[in-house]
């Protein structure tokens, strides 16, 4: 379908610069049945870097929702502790870890809300030990996407060839048009530590957002918070970029310091269903209230995951102007959407986002205000008229967003 | 490309012949990604026949070449614990277990068959709990075939849809087109056990094999022996029928009182690599000499595998009229091919093959002459002018098999 060329391309971005492979080192790519093809690219690719092994765990949403259909939240929720103990291999086993995500956004909108998160909030906890290693880069692992008819066909519901259409699209919001994808990467990840360094220079106590949905919010920010961009450093020391495309510039809010109310700027995907036109009122850092046009039910199972869901564990900036903005396009898929708009996540945040946080404990990280939970869900709030104030300790503001864009 | 009529019918079959699904039973099907369309049609059906969950173990023939090609065979050996759980979990847990195989008989051909092997058995070695309790009918399982692009160019490399064409050959053997395909299997089994009872009541001490090729054997029966067919009893007390199709009568030969020499009538696929016109001869049970006129390096490897690989494992009775072996088409696929012949198998014995066998330990099946090994690995021997006699303990003969077809 996509030529054997550009799929080259992609495979050896994210081999270098997503999970920076290293020789003898193994690899684990989860990959939707789907799209096997890409499989075999990786493996062949994976193996020219110097792999030592290269496994695949599929994945295949139709069956996924036929179980959902017709299995009990009981059968569904049961996670076998060998599948807990194959995630944690890769972390014991210093596996670098692929996922393509192809999801279809509404595969699951048939499902009642509460069975999806019943089953879940199941498999979260059961593979906590997993994702907290993952997020406090335990291991190299890299999020990517590609088409699924499913997928392209919400994304593109009249064109002729949604599939290609879309696949395009990621094309471009991942440079891979350009004759050095993986140069075009070390320049644009320079150009984002730079704005992550400005930020923590500044040291600032929270973040003021404000704009024309009624969007006014005070966002604290952890003590000790350290602002990261695409390149992080995993434990063994060696560098990675856990998105791609990524666009972002990011820290941890402070789970007891945020007041006010935010209203969503973009639909939310979450568990095969869509939530819309929501907004949140804060209150030392908890959600009092919320509302939504679409999606009420899916978005008060989420935010009553656990604790942690009612407060925040990232904000997020990005400008209007980045390839992903520009092209106007409402993914359905976080790792896009994610990168059109400023953004905050309800439940865990990144230990990373604080100094030496890998190496604090869950109690250490919340006593600095990092909150904890077993989700972590991104949900838009940039809009082209979003002003960011940073506020310092002294109570002196800098102007850091002005009309949805950096004026740093 | 095949009507959901006749791959309703199919799924149908393996679950109510094959497997025996009973309500509220979880149900694991081994499925190449290639195939996965059928993986949704058996979910679906198997919920409808009641089940308690349905799980996928995916597999993709590509990759598997992709990593023999370019990783080590240390690397290839290793089996994680949890890769091994995962399959022993099936047993715990009374799961059904379908194997859908749709392997290229050709795809490993380029690959040494010193790493096929020394992979091979580190992999039947770490699984061997599991395939002890597949082989004493700790799980209700069945392996059932489909084509794959590979596979069924292979088998008919000048036809313009080989898939359609090796796909309506299976529906043939598995006698799809009727109007009740699982009550014809029921009459078929009941021919078939008819014979098994027939052998039972004359108790031969062992069965005397001789045709034009050259074949001059005397395979001894294991003490206790039993003759099975299509239909056996797992642990849990219920019916089920491990290969669909399925035209053969066996049995566990005596470990210990093999002699003469025996001629393959067809070549055998193993691991990706073709064997073909070989020969064994036996004294006292064991493997004397060997030869072979193709893939005799792999050959070797096979039969020193462990001991056990250097004698039998079981005796199995196909009468040349059957309609697998009427095609006149060599599937390059063992569950056809084996049921196309009167065939031997090196290796591992089942315990089920003797008396009580199931509950009897490796030691005490040895001491009623049957095989223990990591391998089961079967090699046809019927051609049409193979005659078979049964001779009792005080030394009277009965005719069973006269030029390639049972005379009973």
């Known amino acids: 379908m996509y030529s054997t060329e550009i799929l080259t391309k992609y495979a050896d971005l994210v081999l270098k610069i997503g999970v920076n492979l290293q020789k003898n080192q193994g690899l684990e790519i989860a990959c939707p049945v789907e799209n096997a093809y890409i499989a075999e690219i990786f493996a062949k690719r994976a193996y020219l870097h110097g792999a030592k092994i290269v496994k695949i765990r599929w994945s295949c949403e139709s069956v996924d929702k036929i179980n959902f259909e017709n299995a009990s939240v009981d059968a569904l929720k049961e996670v076998p502790k060998w599948f807990v103990d194959s995630k944690n291999y890769l972390v014991e086993n210093n596996f670098c870890y692929i996922a393509i995500d192809s999801d279809d956004p509404f595969a699951f909108k048939d499902i009642p809300a509460e069975k999806l998160f019943a089953v879940q909030k199941a498999k979260s906890k059961a593979l906590k030990k997993f994702s907290d290693s993952v997020m406090s880069n335990g291991i190299r692992w890299c999020v990517v996407s590609l088409p ?27 440079r891979l048009n350009s004759n050095d994808p993986v140069k075009e990467w070390q ?7 730079s704005r992550a360094e400005f930020l923590n220079a500044n040291r600032f106590k929270y973040l003021h957002f404000t704009n024309s949905l009624g969007t006014d919010i005070k966002v604290g920010l952890a003590d000790n918070h350290k602002w990261l961009s695409a390149k992080e450093l995993a434990k063994d020391g060696v560098g990675f970029v856990a998105n791609i495309p990524t666009e972002e510039v990011f820290t941890a809010p402070h789970k007891d310091r945020i007041d006010g109310i935010v209203y969503s700027a973009l639909p939310l995907s979450y568990n095969g269903q869509v939530i819309d036109e929501f907004c949140f009122k804060f209150r030392k850092g908890k959600i009092v209230e919320f509302s939504a046009k679409k999606g009420y039910g899916t978005l008060k199972e989420l935010i009553n995951t656990d604790k942690g869901t009612l407060s ?50 869950v109690k250490e990280l919340k006593s600095l ?27 002196s503001s800098i102007l850091i967003f002005k009309d949805g864009e950096w004026v740093i």
């Open 369 to 395: 205000g990092v909150n904890d939970s077993v989700e972590h869900v991104d949900f838009m709030i940039g809009t082209p008229d979003l002003n960011v104030h940073g506020i310092k300790e002294d109570g």
């Open 312 to 361: 925040l564990g990232e904000v997020a900036l990005i400008g209007k102007n980045s390839p992903i903005a520009k092209s106007q396009i409402l993914f359905y898929n976080t790792l896009f959407d994610e990168n059109a708009s400023c953004h905050l996540a309800l439940g865990k945040g990144y230990p990373t986002t604080v100094d030496n946080g890998e190496k604090l404990s």
């Open 148 to 174: 699924s008819k499913g997928w392209a066909e919400k994304v593109f519901p009249n064109d002729a060839d949604p599939q290609n259409k879309l696949f395009a699209e990621i094309i471009k919001t991942m």
């Open 187 to 193: 320049a644009h990840i320079f150009k984002l530590e």
